[in-house]
T-cell receptor, first 107, second 115 residues
Framework: RKEVEQDPGPFNVPEGATVAFNCTYS??????FFWYRQDCRKEPKLLMS???SGNEDGRFTAQLNRASQYISLLIRDSKLSDSATYLC????????FGQGTELSVKP | DVKVTQSSRYLVKRTGEKVFLECVQD?????MFWYRQDPGLGLRLIYF???????EKGDIPEGYSVSREKKERFSLILESASTNQTSMYLC??????????????FGPGTRLTVL
């Protein structure tokens, strides 16, 4: 089993749709969780950290479920500019990246 | 603005050549990382360094070595390049290893092709 697993997608959604990504992790001792965004041919950049109580940043909501060992990212009212690959990152003793979920938002 | 720069965006080398990939960060971060990114495999950690002259193997260190002589610079070395090392190489820096609040900053990447 991979330490961090994501559905690779691609997710193809129309503008305005709500889309959710899940990410599962195997190390129950993991302490910190993040979502990164990577545009085509660019480097990954931090989208948001994921806090135990869940957190929201505009149209983006991140949730953590420690009991089931997964984190999620919800994007509401998708924009064309949201098209990218979304990487979940889990930190226990080291930072571990998921393989990324590709999102394509269509007009 | 934190800046992580990498010496080349694109590099083409021949099998058996020694290859140096350089990474420089300007934010005085203690921790620096080298990853490779391949389709379907995501980012995989090759090596990281938590201080000058200190290094730790990542998940796939075979065929690679690193050097950190100065805090701002972390070099990845392919002693004898092979075709299976064709990949995108990403360098990153991080201020604190164990924190929910810090961000790992990446360089623009070096796309290495080994012929």
């Amino acid at each position: 089993r991979k330490e961090v697993e994501q559905d690779p997608g691609p997710f193809n959604v129309p503008e305005g749709a709500t889309v959710a990504f899940n990410c599962t992790y195997s190390n129950s001792a993991s302490q910190s969780f993040f979502w990164y965004r990577q545009d085509c041919r660019k480097e990954p950049k931090l989208l948001m950290s994921v806090y135990s109580s869940g957190n929201e940043d505009g149209r983006f909501t991140a949730q953590l479920n420690r009991a089931s060992q997964y984190i999620s990212l919800l994007i509401r009212d998708s924009k064309l500019s949201d098209s990218a690959t979304y990487l979940c990152v889990v930190q226990g003793g080291k930072l571990i990246f998921g393989q990324g979920t590709e999102l394509s938002v269509k007009p | 603005d934190v800046k992580v720069t990498q010496s080349s965006r694109y590099l083409v080398k021949r099998t058996g050549e020694k290859v140096f990939l350089e990474c420089v960060q300007d934010m005085d971060h203690e921790n620096m990382f080298w990853y490779r990114q391949d389709p379907g495999l995501g980012l995989r950690l090759i090596y990281f360094s938590y201080d000058v002259k200190m290094k730790e193997k990542g998940d796939i260190p075979e065929g690679y070595s690193v050097s950190r002589e100065k805090k701002e610079r972390f070099s990845l070395i392919l002693e004898s390049a092979s075709t299976n090392q064709t990949s995108m190489y990403l360098c990153a820096s991080l201020e604190h290893l164990y924190s929910s609040y810090n961000e790992q900053f990446f360089g623009p990447g070096t796309r290495l092709t080994v012929l």
